[in-house]
């Protein structure tokens, strides 16, 4: 079932998420509708806080080479840590709680990340390119850090005048 995606500027988006305790049925399910979520959204990327549940939880589908996304390659994340970041990488980023716009942004090249699984199983994996770049802009929904807030003054305030145009503008349609 695909859920309603909270957009900026709604203050949800800047809730610190909690740890998750509960490895049960209802997590599944959620977990589940994520996935629909994300897929029928057109995202890679997804954290538990942009549908509006406040938990640390996050999941990703990086494409392959042809660009298609597989169920087999969902990695779903929860209670991440991060650890042993290297170098640094720019990588043109999107979000699905920030429609319609793209923008370069610096992170770190290479990390380390330990997480439990749906079953609450202890996993790690080190993570490069895109999936680098992904796993850090998510884990910075788990802190209510949007990555509008890696731009420049400047940057932003053109940012906030084209996003709110572009917000009156759907709205008109809509009505
Ligand atoms: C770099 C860093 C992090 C990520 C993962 C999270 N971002 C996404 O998954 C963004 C998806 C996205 C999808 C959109 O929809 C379509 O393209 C049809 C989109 O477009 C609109 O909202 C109009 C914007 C973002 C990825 C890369
Ligand atoms: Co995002």
């Known amino acids: 079932?695909?859920?309603?995606?909270?957009?900026?500027?709604?203050k949800r988006l800047k809730l610190i998420?909690?740890?998750?305790?509960?490895?049960?049925?209802?997590?599944?399910e959620f977990l589940d509708n994520m996935y629909d979520t994300m897929i029928e959204s057109n995202g890679i990327g997804l954290a538990a806080i942009q549908v509006a549940i406040q938990?640390?939880?996050?999941?990703?589908?990086?494409?392959n080479e042809e660009g298609e996304q597989h169920y087999e390659d969902l990695l779903e994340i929860i209670n991440p840590v991060l650890s042993n970041e290297q170098g640094s990488i720019v990588?043109?980023?999107?979000?699905?709680?920030?429609?319609?716009?793209?923008?370069?942004?610096?992170?770190?090249?290479?990390?380390?990340?330990?997480?439990?699984?749906?079953?609450?199983?202890?996993?790690?994996?080190?993570?490069?390119?895109l999936l680098c770049v992904a796993i850090q802009?998510?884990?910075?929904?788990?802190?209510?850090?949007?990555?509008?807030?890696?731009?420049?003054?400047?940057?932003r305030k053109k940012f906030e005048k084209e996003y709110k145009?572009?917000?009156?503008?759907?709205?008109?349609?809509?009505?």
């Not at 079932?1 to 709604?10: E, I, N, T």
């Open 1 to 10: 079932m695909k859920l309603p995606v909270v957009v900026y500027p709604d």
């Open 17 to 28: 998420s909690t740890e998750v305790t509960e490895f049960d049925a209802d997590l599944h």
């Open 55 to 63: 938990k640390r939880i996050l999941i990703l589908c990086i494409p």
């Open 91 to 129: 990588y043109q980023e999107g979000c699905l709680s920030v429609p319609s716009f793209y923008e370069d942004i610096e992170r770190h090249e290479k990390v380390t990340l330990d997480y439990q699984d749906r079953h609450g199983k202890a996993q790690r994996l080190e993570a490069e390119g």
């Open 137 to 155: 802009h998510e884990l910075d929904h788990l802190d209510g850090k949007l990555f509008i807030e890696k731009l420049s003054y400047i940057r």
């Open 165 to 175: 145009k572009l917000q009156k503008s759907k709205k008109k349609e809509a009505s």
